[in-house]
């Protein structure tokens, strides 16, 4: 950049109110100073301002209503405005016609959505794109969540599993259709994630994937930004950016001709979901069936939310639009309400794990990804302060301002939700081991809980007593306690707990047992 451009960009900057970006500008060496104008010349002087300026007003907005519904609850009255009914006096939950799942329907019925999900797979029209640009914080890891391991006897991590289902679905739907088919990966990174993703793929050999036939791409980043509408310097020489949220992913599809791709490779349906579930089902078939036979363009799977007042978003209607409402938004009394056999009315919790239609993610990306409204993300994000020292703070102390994948359930024409079981398809990873819940070991715990049903509904047994069959209810809270024995499948092996009675029928098995491909084809052969 010369001098005279760069010259009217630090003015504009100035003008902007966002002269606190070039405090330490004296400062600056000749490559620190290209770094921040190439920062600064990304944004755009008045993107940035604008990009502050809603933010602050966001931030205004959302304590605006948080003390505005404190104050009603302590009126203990509506508004007296209609259009400002309380949210519990909108809110519907799931109708039946638009709900599937595992406890709800027949076997000869989950059969047919798996049929008709294995023929999509075998015809090259389904694909999966995982959510990874988040940087793991929570978790207290400096790298990309996937590369995690959560101390599996296999030592695998969660990329290393994810790949593993695909190939394995893939061999399903090959084997059915007896031709080969294909399941392209498309994974959306960030800044933070991309580049040791990339690395990461390259030294494992992309775990047995053809690697034309995984997609990175990467999201945008916008800046952090302080209580008072000032952009946060990370560095002297950088700003302080984050991931524009999962629902990022439409701006990025975009931007990345992703859509395109899909296109070209025929693509007509797409399995997002996000990296931390060390349970996701790669391209669910019987998931995938169940949207395409309802002629959905957008589902969601869902889990029964384990106790009233737990802290997941809820799947459900608002003005009788379909969305996701957080936990932190539904009143108490709405929270307990319970229907006539007992269950909960507001139970379908959001795990994340979506379907979509090709040609609804063009629509969202021509039409209404301009209408998705960023949500306040409150964090603790590191600065220099006016000495240029780097501070960490202890409680959060500026704005992120984030899209919801979820959004645009509002503006799908035929929305289904597909309940699954929580012990079977849920435990995501975020926190570190020092939480008691959604942490590596919770996660490690769960996965070997499903393996462990597997093997003995195989019909495989474990010495000194352990019992011929487990029911969920015996580990109620995935990963609460550890299971009886330790037993780890591979998904090169089985995909969803099934063909194992080959290898484990009438077999008795020694903990820690780990049955991989080279273990299946000794037991098949004894």
Not at 367 to 380: C, G, M, R, T, W
Request: glycine share 8%; charged share 25%; hydrophobic share 40%.
């Amino acid at each position: 950049m010369g001098s005279e451009a760069a010259a009217a960009l630090l003015g504009a900057v100035r003008a902007c109110g966002q002269d606190q970006l070039l405090r330490f500008w004296p400062q600056l060496g000749p490559g620190q100073r290209r770094a921040l104008l190439a920062d600064l010349a990304t944004l755009g002087p008045a993107g940035l301002g604008e990009h502050c300026h809603r933010a602050l007003r966001a931030w205004g907005q959302r304590r605006h209503r948080r003390d505005r519904r404190r104050l009603l609850r302590d009126a203990l009255q509506d508004p007296p405005d209609p259009a400002d009914r309380p949210l519990s006096a909108r809110l519907r939950p799931l109708p039946p016609d638009a709900l599937g799942g595992a406890r709800r329907h027949p076997p000869h019925t989950l059969r047919r959505w798996e049929l008709e999900g294995f023929h999509q797979i075998a015809q090259n029209r389904v694909a999966v794109l995982l959510l990874a640009g988040g940087q793991g914080t929570r978790l207290g890891v400096t790298y990309p969540k996937g590369m995690y391991s959560v101390g599996l006897p296999s030592g695998k991590t969660l990329y290393q599993l994810q790949a593993e289902r695909i190939r394995r679905v893939e061999e399903l739907a090959g084997q059915k259709s007896g031709s080969r088919c294909t399941v392209p990966w498309y994974i959306m990174t960030s800044e933070f994630t991309l580049g040791p993703t990339a690395r990461f793929f390259e030294e494992h050999g992309y775990f047995g994937l053809d690697p034309s036939d995984v997609v990175m791409f990467e999201q945008r980043m916008l800046p952090a930004v302080t209580f008072d509408g000032k952009a946060i310097l990370e560095r002297k020489d950088k700003i302080a950016m984050a991931p524009d949220g999962n629902g990022g992913l439409y701006r990025a599809l975009e931007d990345n001709r992703i859509l395109e791709d899909m296109e070209q490779r025929g693509i007509q349906y797409v399995h997002v979901y996000c990296v931390d579930n060390i349970l996701v089902k790669m391209a669910d078939p019987v998931f995938i069936g169940f949207c395409v036979l309802r002629g959905a363009d957008c589902g969601a799977k869902v889990v029964e939310k384990a106790y009233p007042a737990e802290p997941v978003g809820v799947v459900c209607q608002v003005d009788g639009v379909f969305q996701v409402v957080e936990y932190s938004e539904i009143g108490p009394e709405t929270v307990q309400a319970r229907n006539p056999d007992g269950s909960l009315v507001y139970s379908a919790g959001n795990i994340c794990n979506h379907f979509f239609t090709r040609s609804f993610l063009e629509t969202v990306t021509r039409e209404f990804e301009s209408l998705l409204q960023p949500h306040v993300a409150v964090k603790k994000v590191p600065y220099v302060d006016e000495e240029g020292n780097l501070v960490t703070p202890d409680k959060p102390n500026g704005i992120k301002m984030e899209k919801f994948v979820f959004d645009v359930f509002q503006f799908a024409k035929n929305f289904v939700a597909f309940e699954v079981l929580r012990e079977e398809e849920f435990s995501p990873l975020k926190n570190a081991d020092t939480a008691d819940k959604d942490s590596p070991t919770t996660a490690r715990r769960a996965l070997l809980w499903q393996h462990y049903r597997w093997a003995l509904e195989a019909g495989g047994r474990f010495p000194r007593g352990s019992p011929s069959g487990v029911s969920p209810d015996q580990d109620p809270i995935p990963g609460a306690q550890e299971p009886p024995a330790i037993c780890e499948i591979s998904p090169l092996v089985s995909y969803f707990g099934e063909g194992l009675a080959t290898y484990l029928k009438d077999k008795e098995l020694q903990s820690p047992f780990i049955l991989d491909e080279h273990e299946a084809k000794v037991l098949a052969a004894a």
